[in-house]
């Protein structure tokens, strides 16, 4: 039976090894950034495809009912594995030095960093066929769909499934036990929280990890840290996050570092930056 540590072991080999996880000549906006990585090694995590909370992902406040639970992704799905990736020192510390400026690291991470993460999710898919078992990443597959902002979709003609997906990765990234949400929506690991997620839908039953937690924000102090730091005034401890402020800023950051964009300053210099805040 295939372990959690042989994915981590096999999937943590894949991110040194692919250049596509460091700086390339070719994207580099100055010299100094060259040969710089992007992802730290990933933290791998296993849900169970019969997992009842699927079908709560599916709820208008949670994900929406675009979303598609595992086995409607894969008939023969048995698990999911989630993985966490955390950005480097490089990506973290460089777009903490200003409250505004996004740095050119996280610019790297966010676009051709999110490419290299696909690149990982079709590895896992490749390597699962190669143990025989069904692998599928659905971020990674053509049916994925998502509707950004609300009302801007003109494909949708049902405005209520504004900003949904058919495929969270951070909600998937809860169910399989890797954190749980902080006050600016983003899922605070034992690596903290500034990363992004992948996932694949396996056809084996594979031991789950545990989901040491109970609630949904269980991780998060509510300390208003992101929420002091938000340059598109998108979070207060009120009310959360606002995600159209959000994507309205990001549009704003779109112009300005085409063809990049990211701002990220919720998940840096703040008390779960890099792991779980203690309360
Ligand atoms: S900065 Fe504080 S309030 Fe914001 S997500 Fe992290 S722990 Fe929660
Ligand atoms: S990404 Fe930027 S604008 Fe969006 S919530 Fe985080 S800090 Fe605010």
Not at 137 to 157: C, L
């Amino acid at each position: 039976m295939i372990t959690v540590e042989q994915i981590q072991a096999v999937l943590a080999k894949a991110f040194r090894e692919s250049s596509h996880n460091y700086v390339s000549e070719q994207m580099a906006l100055v010299p100094e950034d060259v040969g710089e990585r992007l992802y730290d090694d990933p933290i791998v995590k296993i849900g169970s495809a019969d997992d009842e909370l699927w079908q709560e992902l599916k709820r208008p406040e949670v994900v929406g009912h675009l979303f598609r639970a595992p086995k409607e992704w894969l008939a023969s799905a048995r698990c999911v594995v989630s993985y966490f990736a955390p950005f480097s020192d490089f990506v973290v510390e460089g777009n903490g030095r200003d409250a505004v400026e996004v740095s050119n690291g996280w610019l790297y991470a966010r676009v051709e960093g999110q490419a290299f993460l696909t690149e990982m999710n079709h590895f896992l898919e490749e390597w699962f066929a190669e143990q025989g078992i069904e692998a599928l990443s659905p971020y990674a597959s053509e049916e994925f769909r998502y509707v950004f902002e609300a009302g801007t979709n003109d494909d949708i003609a049902d405005k209520s499934l504004s900003f949904t997906s058919n495929w969270s990765e951070r909600h998937v990234a809860y169910v399989c036990g890797q954190g749980t949400f902080g006050l600016s929506k983003g899922v605070i690991t034992e690596r903290g929280v500034a990363g992004r997620f992948g996932s694949v839908v396996v056809g084996a039953p594979l031991a789950t990890t545990p989901r040491p937690y109970s609630d949904v924000y269980e991780y998060c102090t509510k300390c208003g840290a992101c929420a002091r730091q938000c340059p598109g005034l998108a979070i207060s401890i009120a009310e959360g996050k606002s995600h159209p402020k959000c994507c309205s800023y990001v549009n704003e950051m779109r112009v300005r570092y085409a063809p990049r964009f990211g701002c990220g300053k919720c998940q840096v210099r703040v008390p779960c930056e890099r792991g779980i805040p203690k309360k």
